[in-house]
C-alpha cells in the first residue's frame, strides 16, 4: 500500500482529492496536512510515498519545501498543486526536482495516473537501493572468508587501493577469488554506483574480443548491421575487470594500453576516437615477466598494469582456513538444497586440509558441494568425498587413518612431486631418497 500525503491549506481541495484517491486509487492509503509544519511532523514520522503539495501554503513555499521532503524522504516522489494558468510555477516545480504537477480544479482526471506513475517510480527506486545494498553486502570484503594472514594481509591492501583511481593486478592460481577480490574493491571505490563489468579474455578468439571490448560501428565488417557498444563503454564511470589478461594477443595489448593512459580508444570502423573513465583490474594466473620474455606480453602494459599487484594465496597456503570455507560452503548449498543444517566430521575436515587444491577454493566449493548432494547421513564423512580425493590422499578402502605416517609421507611426496613438475631425479634429490626408493615409494603409494 502506497502512503499520499496531501499538503493544502484548503480543507476543500484536501477532501476533494482525498475523496477522488479513495474511490478511483485502489493502493493508496491518503494522510493530510493543512501546513508544512504539520507535513513535516508526519514525514518525519511514517513512510510516505507521494507528496501532493500546494505552492502557497500560509507558513511557506511547497517549491522551498520539495528539498525538505526529499532530505526526511529520499525515495518519495512530489507533485505541485500550481494555480489555474500559472504555467511559471509549474515550470519551476519541475525544475526544483518536482514528479510533475497538477492544475488546481482542472486536471482532476489526470490525479489518478498521475498518481500510479509517480508510485511506481518509488517503489522501483526503493527494489534498486535494496538490490543494491544487497550486492554491495555480498560484495563486501567482510564477506571473503578466511583468516590466514596472508589472506588478511591481501584483504589489508585490497582495501587501502580501493577508494584509490590506481590500476590493479590481481595474481593467484585459478579459483584463489582473483574475481571475488576484484568486486569487493570496486563496491569499496567511489565507482560503487556505476557498472562493474567483467570479461574473461580466454574466452573469446583474438577477433571477438575486440569487438567484445570496444565495439563496432555499422558497416565495419560484414554482419555488422547496426552500431554495437562495447564493454569498455559499458563499464564508463565504472570498473573493467579483465581477467586473464595474460591471454589477450599482443596488438589488442597495444590498444589497451592506450585505453589505460588516455581513456582513449577506437571502435572497429570508427575513424573517430571515443573516450571513457574507467578503472581497470586485471588478473591473471600467468607469470607475465615469463610471457614478456617469450615475446607473448607487452612489458610496457605490464610496468602500467602492475603498479598494484596483489598475490592471492592458493588454497594449500592456507590449509588453515579451509574448515571455515567447508562449514560456510556446506551450510549455505544445504540451505540452497532444501537440506537440513549439516555437521562435519572431523576426519572430512582433516582430509580437506592434507589434500592439494589445484583448483582451490572453486574446486574445495565444487567438492563440499557435491559432498552435500551425495552424503546419506547429516554429518559429512570421508566416504562422502569423491574417490580422486580420498584415493590420491593414500586413504585406502579400508579407512585407514590419515594421520597415518605412510598417509604424511604420501601427501609429502605428492607435494615436492608436483612442485617438480613430476621431475624423478629431482624429486628423489630434493627429498634425499635415492631413485629406487622413490619409484618403489611411488609404486607403493598409487601415485603414478
Ligand atoms: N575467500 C573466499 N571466500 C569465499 N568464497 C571464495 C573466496 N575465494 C574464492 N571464493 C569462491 O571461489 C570461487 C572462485 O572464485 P573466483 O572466480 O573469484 O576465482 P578466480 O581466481 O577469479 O578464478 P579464475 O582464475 O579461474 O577466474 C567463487 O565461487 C568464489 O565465490
Known amino acids: 500500500m502506497s502512503k499520499v500525503l496531501i499538503i493544502d491549506d484548503e480543507q476543500k481541495l484536501r477532501q476533494l482529492v482525498g475523496r477522488i484517491i479513495g474511490v478511483e486509487g485502489e493502493g493508496f492509503q491518503v ?8 507535513a513535516r511532523t508526519i514525514l518525519k514520522q511514517q513512510d510516505v510515498d507521494v507528496v501532493l503539495c500546494d505552492v502557497k501554503l500560509p507558513d511557506g513555499s511547497g517549491l522551498h519545501f520539495i528539498e525538505t521532503i526529499k532530505q526526511l524522504q529520499p525515495f518519495s516522489e512530489v507533485i505541485l498543486f500550481t494555480a489555474f494558468g500559472n504555467i511559471p510555477d509549474g515550470v519551476s516545480a519541475i525544475k526544483s526536482g518536482a514528479f510533475d504537477y497538477l492544475t488546481k480544479g482542472d486536471d482532476n482526471q489526470k490525479i489518478i495516473p498521475l ?12 527494489r534498486v537501493a535494496q538490490l543494491e545494498a544487497k550486492a554491495f553486502k555480498k560484495y563486501a570484503f567482510e564477506n571473503i572468508l578466511g583468516s590466514a594472514p596472508l589472506l588478511l594481509k591481501a584483504i589489508e591492501l585490497s582495501k587501502k587501493v580501493a577508494p584509490l583511481e590506481t590500476s590493479v593486478l590481481l595474481l593467484g592460481e585459478t579459483g584463489t577469488g582473483k574475481e571475488v577480490f576484484a568486486n ?8 560503487q554506483n556505476r557498472n562493474f563489468v567483467a570479461i574473461n579474455c580466454s574466452a573469446f578468439s583474438r577477433e571477438l574480443l575486440e569487438s567484445e ?18 564493454l569498455v563503454e559499458e563499464a564508463d564511470k565504472g570498473t573493467l ?6 591471454e589477450m594477443a599482443i596488438d589488442l595489448q597495444a590498444k589497451l594500453l592506450r585505453l ?3 581513456g582513449e580508444y577506437l571502435k572497429i570502423g570508427d575513424t573517430r576516437v571515443s573516450k571513457v573513465d574507467i578503472r581497470v583490474i586485471a588478473a591473471t594466473n600467468r607469470i607475465l615477466e615469463t610471457e614478456i620474455d617469450n615475446g607473448h606480453f607487452r612489458p610496457d602494459l605490464y610496468y602500467r598494469l602492475s603498479t598494484f599487484q596483489l598475490r592471492l594465496p592458493a588454497l594449500r597456503e592456507r590449509a588453515g582456513d579451509i574448515p571455515q570455507l567447508a562449514n560456510v560452503f556446506a551450510q549455505s548449498f544445504a540451505m540452497k538444497i532444501g537440506r537440513k543444517e549439516l555437521t562435519l566430521s572431523k576426519a572430512y575436515v582433516e582430509h580437506l586440509q592434507l589434500y592439494n587444491w589445484k583448483g582451490n577454493v572453486r574446486e574445495l566449493k565444487n567438492v563440499v558441494e557435491r559432498s552435500v548432494i551425495t552424503a546419506p ?10 574417490q580422486e580425493i580420498t584415493h590420491l590422499m593414500g586413504q585406502t578402502a579400508s579407512g585407514s587413518s590419515i594421520f597415518s605416517l605412510a598417509a604424511m609421507e604420501r601427501a609429502h611426496i605428492r607435494k615436492v612431486w608436483d612442485l617438480t613438475g613430476g621431475n624423478k631425479t629431482e624429486t628423489a634429490r630434493l627429498l634425499e631418497i635415492g631413485l629406487s626408493t622413490l619409484y618403489r615409494k611411488l609404486e607403493e603409494y598409487g601415485l603414478k
Open 377 to 386: 547421513g547429516n554429518e559429512l564423512q570421508i566416504e562422502d568425498l569423491p
Open 184 to 191: 569487493a574493491i570496486h563496491f569499496a571505490s567511489q565507482r
Open 31 to 38: 494522510l493530510e496536512a493543512e501546513s508544512l509544519k504539520s
Open 241 to 246: 575487470f579483465l581477467d586473464e589478461i595474460g
Open 260 to 262: 589505460l593512459e588516455s
Open 115 to 126: 498518481l500510479h506513475r509517480a508510485s511506481e517510480k518509488v517503489t522501483l527506486a526503493k
Open 213 to 230: 571490448l570496444f565495439g563496432y560501428r555499422a558497416g565495419a565488417f560484414t554482419g555488422a548491421l547496426a552500431d554495437k557498444k562495447g
